[in-house]
């Protein structure tokens, strides 16, 4: 049986990358240069260029609910740098609350159709 991975391990290996790319492509989206994106972002040009290159991050799991606030957190983040931490963790509690880390969850683990999901609320 493959190892068993807690949520909170998702959320780190799965959901932070892809909020992160998903930020980074909005970004390039809008013309922002790679490196002012990589300053924002407190990363390197590479990552940058990996997610441009779905090098990382490579599935989309983001549902329209979380892309319309990701355009809304690259404004106030461009505007104000340093509420790159604050946006970052409301996109990540949005995620919980859309329940995206539950599927993610489910296609790694092949967890059971009735799993409660009980830790998220």
């Known amino acids: 049986m493959a190892k068993q991975l807690f949520p909170q391990e998702i959320e780190v290996w799965y959901i932070l990358p892809a ?3 998903a930020l980074a492509e909005e970004m390039m989206a809008q013309g922002v240069p790679q490196t002012e994106i990589a300053l924002l972002l407190g990363t390197s040009e590479a990552t940058i260029s990996h997610y441009r290159q779905e090098k990382r991050a490579k599935k989309e ?5 979380i892309k319309k606030e990701v355009k809304k957190a690259v404004g106030r983040i461009q505007k104000n740098s340093a509420l790159l931490f604050d946006e970052v963790i409301k996109l990540c ?7 995206i880390i539950c599927l993610v969850h489910h296609q790694k683990n092949k967890l059971p159709k009735n799993c409660s999901c009980e830790w998220i609320k």
């Open 19 to 21: 909020v992160r790319k």
């Open 61 to 65: 799991i983001f549902n329209q609910a």
């Open 93 to 99: 509690r949005l995620a919980r609350k859309e329940r």
